[in-house]
């Protein structure tokens, strides 16, 4: 690290060099203006991207060099996730009718992504959201109400073998999908473009726990999709009563242990983040029984209860890490003594 001594000058102004090797990269000359952003920190960051400026970044793809459709949608998610705002799909002839196809996949999965222009060999998508209209909390909201309401109806099929309802279940998960993809887009902007983060009023480390928080909803949600399609091979097959019963107790536990964990958050409340990590053992031994009983079953039944189980403990699990990850932010914000 290269250290600079600040001076004083004309008796009140106080004045800091600026390096030579980075005013010559950036092609920065007299009178040229920069944003100066003090952070949360108390470090300054200095820049030439003024405020007003919008970050605009544009990458390609040439398809004749991505003959695979998956691979394509792949790049495209891998772009918007990092937070290009303009994507161009191009090729040296027309452009076939699989590539609409994922293109078209594509924009109706990411939040925001729009054709813009189409010839017979290029598209060329934008993102049309603005990031401040869709703060970080307030997603992680709509993620924790519908992975809620998925692990409920989880629950009420099993209970009236209601197939259409788990089904239904099922396809809820792409809504997911598109929320985690929309706060992992927006925490990488922020990273590249300081002056959204100060827009959106969040701080880094605020931002950096959201994207952690969204990422292990996910994949709570894809968990109860799992119990969703093992209980779904289940609803035709006799189970013993007391294992439905110890099922469902293990499934409401985890289900409140998830709710406690984001009510936590969302109340920075550091003693209910404690005691939720805490009855994760309940759980564990709710699951040792269900797992001990279920050798009673016929083979296939057997499977199927066995994945069950072992999500709910996952989901149980994966409310841990997200009061574990609300304590660390919690202590992180306590201001120094």
């Not at 040439?62 to 495209?76: A, D, G, K, W």
């Not at 161009?88 to 027309?94: D, G, H, L, P």
């Not at 969302?266 to 209910?272: A, G, P, V, Y």
């Not at 309940?282 to 069950?308: F, P, W």
Request: charged content about 25%; hydrophobic content about 40%; proline content about 2%.
């Amino acid at each position: 690290m290269e250290v600079r001594r600040v001076q004083l000058t004309g008796g009140s102004s106080y004045i800091l060099t600026l390096p030579k090797e980075w005013i010559n990269s950036l092609k920065i000359k007299k009178n040229t203006p920069l944003g100066i952003h003090m952070q949360s920190d108390g470090t300054l960051l200095i820049t030439p991207k003024m405020m007003e400026e919008q970050l605009q970044r544009t990458i390609e793809f040439n398809t004749t060099q991505i003959p695979q459709e998956r691979f394509l949608l792949r790049r495209l998610i891998g772009a918007y996730i990092a937070g290009y705002t303009i994507m161009k799909i191009t090729s040296t002839t027309r452009i076939p009718e699989n590539v609409h196809n994922v293109v078209r996949l594509f924009t109706q999965t990411a939040i925001g992504q729009e054709v813009v222009e189409e010839t017979d060999t290029s598209i060329t998508l934008k993102d049309l959201i603005n990031p401040i209209e869709m703060p970080f909390d307030r997603t992680i909201k709509r993620m924790h109400i519908i992975v809620k309401g998925m692990y409920e109806d989880t629950i009420r099929a099993f209970q009236t073998k209601d197939k259409n309802l788990t089904d239904d279940v099922i396809k809820r998960d792409t809504d997911i999908d598109r929320l985690h993809w929309l706060i992992a887009r927006q925490y990488n902007i922020i990273l590249r473009n300081v002056s959204l983060a100060e827009k959106m009023n969040i701080t880094n480390s605020s931002a950096s726990t959201c994207f952690l928080i969204s990422r292990i909803i996910e994949r709570i949600g894809d968990h109860v999709v799992l119990i969703a399609e093992n209980i779904s091979m289940l609803l035709k097959n006799k189970i013993n009563e007391k294992i439905i019963e110890y099922l469902l107790a293990a499934s409401n536990q985890s289900l409140n242990l998830f709710n406690q964990s984001i009510n936590s958050f969302f109340r920075k409340d550091i003693e209910n983040s404690n005691k939720t990590i805490e009855s994760v053992t309940k759980l564990e031994e709710m699951c040792e029984k269900i797992n001990t009983r279920v050798l009673d079953q016929e083979g296939s039944i057997a499977l199927s209860i066995g994945y069950i189980v072992e999500s709910i403990q996952r989901i149980g699990e994966y409310s841990q890490d997200i009061s574990e990850t609300v304590i660390n932010y919690l202590i992180g914000e306590e201001p120094e003594r």
